[in-house]
């Protein structure tokens, strides 16, 4: 299935399809009136649409919708900005694809750059979930700082802490909202480490390998997916 992304509703009839898009669709795939094509809003809906109109920007109508309920369990990843942008905008394509509901970058003590490109990341994760045919795309949060996001977010958080031997296990979870909390380059520091443990934050380690921020995101969310599934 080829799948496209538009913001649309239940209610809507026709979807005006933006220009690259609409070039993709005639130039690569070939298609023309009365050809079908699916699209998702990327929050659960699928719609099959039918070519009713060629030029710049095409115009579909909506044949068909049919709606797909979300995981029980949501996944969420709260991450430091890496020093390289592109592992960064790397995690966000590959969590898209494997199925997260949330990602927020956190600023941390040793966190080396401060800021994302979110307009960046909104592209990417619409390009990932058309490329994994996923029909809902993960929201991308405004960065916070770790202090506020552990205060303020109530999911169950799990941090990937090397100077702990805890192992992800299934009897870890307690809650359908999940968040795994991963740090920086250098670590978390040893008063984040604290106020984790003073939150009931629970540690866990993915082994000995020392593994970069982006590879630990992926690993701990493939496991939590495992687990939850």
């Known amino acids: 299935m080829n799948l496209f992304f538009s ?108 800021k994302v490109n979110h307009e960046r990341l909104e592209r990417i994760s619409i390009s990932s979930l058309k490329q994994s045919n996923q029909l809902f795309k993960p929201t991308i949060n405004c960065t916070e700082k770790f202090s506020d996001f552990i205060n303020n977010n109530s ?3 799990i941090m990937a802490n090397l100077k702990t031997k805890n192992i992800l296990k299934k009897e870890s979870i307690n809650s359908n909202q999940i968040c795994l909390v991963i740090g920086p380059e250098g670590g978390f520091s040893d008063d984040e480490i604290q106020e984790a443990k003073n939150n009931k934050i629970t540690e866990v380690s993915f082994g000995d390998n020392r593994l970069r921020s982006e590879t630990a995101a992926i690993y701990g969310l493939s496991i939590l997916k495992s687990l939850t599934s």
Do not use: M
Not at 36 to 47: P, S
Not at 72 to 88: D, G, Q, T
């Open 7 to 114: 913001n649309f509703s239940q209610t809507d009839n026709e979807i005006i399809v933006n220009e690259n898009d609409s070039k993709h669709i005639l130039k690569s795939y070939r298609k023309g009136i009365g050809d079908i094509l699916n699209f998702t809003n990327g929050n659960g809906l699928l719609a099959e649409c039918k070519i009713i109109e060629k030029g710049k920007k095409i115009k579909v109508k909506i044949v068909k919708i049919s709606k797909r309920k979300p995981n029980k369990v949501s996944i969420h990843i709260a991450i430091s900005p890496l020093k390289n942008p592109s592992r960064f905008e790397w995690f966000v394509e590959k969590a898209t694809e494997i199925g997260i509901k949330e990602i927020t970058p956190i600023i941390t003590k040793h966190s080396e750059k401060k």
């Open 155 to 157: 999911d169950q958080k």
